[in-house]
């Protein structure tokens, strides 16, 4: 798979890779999703129309890895600390899947706010 992805928000567009997991497929199929933008510290995560448990799942990211998460059905864009991160990690609020990740997150990080539309395409 490793299929590329493109991330818009407003004016904003980035790209990224999913990775071979079964989870990244099954995002993969469901393509293009279009969703609310919430932040949470630097973490970009919005409801998709997916339903799917853990794969893999782990407590801390690396910047710019996007993420499933189960409890939320949501994708998380990590940019950066959460309010619960640590000096050293990267760490959502419970385990996500990862699924691919992000170029070019700075521009991303700063253009996006609550509220925007954001769209993940292919």
């Not at 970009?44 to 129309?49: A, E, K």
């Not at 990690?89 to 170029?103: F, R, W, Y």
């Amino acid at each position: 798979m490793n299929s590329t992805i493109k991330i818009i928000c407003g004016e904003t567009e980035v790209t990224g890779r999913l990775n071979e997991s079964g989870t990244a497929g099954m995002i993969e199929t469901i393509l293009p999703v279009t969703g609310t933008v919430n932040l949470w510290g630097d973490e970009i995560y919005f409801t998709i129309p997916l339903k799917t448990g853990p794969e893999n799942a782990r407590d801390t990211v690396s910047l710019g890895d996007i993420a499933y998460w189960p409890e939320g059905n949501a994708l998380c864009l990590f940019l950066g600390k959460t309010p619960i991160s640590t000096a050293t990690e990267i760490k959502p609020i419970s385990p996500v899947n990862i699924v691919g990740h992000l170029d070019n997150i700075e521009v991303l990080l700063s253009t996006v706010t609550p509220g925007d539309k954001i769209v993940i395409r292919r």
